[in-house]
């Protein structure tokens, strides 16, 4: 009997085995998680990094439309920023590869120069850090 089940179970390949896995610790938790469709979407070794790293931590996965908006306001940070392109300029640039841009021009420049104080503030705090560690 005990052969059999092993048979069973090496013949089980390991992404069926996470998703049982992240099946269980949603049950016996007794937490609503979709941990167990990221077995699915993800290989072993991805997988086990993300858990490793994450280690029992709340992360917050955003929505579609927040993630667009996200990459669209960083190609706009980038274009302009780094490429030293103009807004016109760089939502052509955006524009070209597919993405849509939907806000307006003056939120959405609003949005890059908010993002250009905290990514300055972020970088002296680095520094700072960095700093104080020599010390």
């Not at 949603?26 to 998680?33: P, R």
């Amino acid at each position: 009997m005990t052969d059999d089940i092993k048979d069973q179970i090496s013949e089980l390949n390991l992404q069926m085995l996470n998703s049982i896995t992240f099946l269980v610790y949603e049950v016996e938790s007794g937490n609503k998680n979709d941990l167990f469709m990221l077995s699915k979407l993800l290989d072993e070794e991805s997988l086990n990094n993300l858990i490793n790293y994450y280690d029992g931590a709340n992360i917050r996965i955003p929505t579609v439309d927040d993630f667009k908006r996200s990459t669209v306001l960083g190609l706009f940070y980038y274009l302009m920023d780094v490429k030293n392109l103009t807004f016109a300029q760089s939502k052509s640039v955006i524009e070209s590869y597919g993405y849509v841009v939907e806000e307006d021009s003056i939120s959405l420049g609003k949005r890059v120069s908010n993002l250009r104080k905290q990514l300055a503030s972020r970088i002296l705090n680095v520094i700072e850090d960095i700093q104080n560690e020599r010390e």
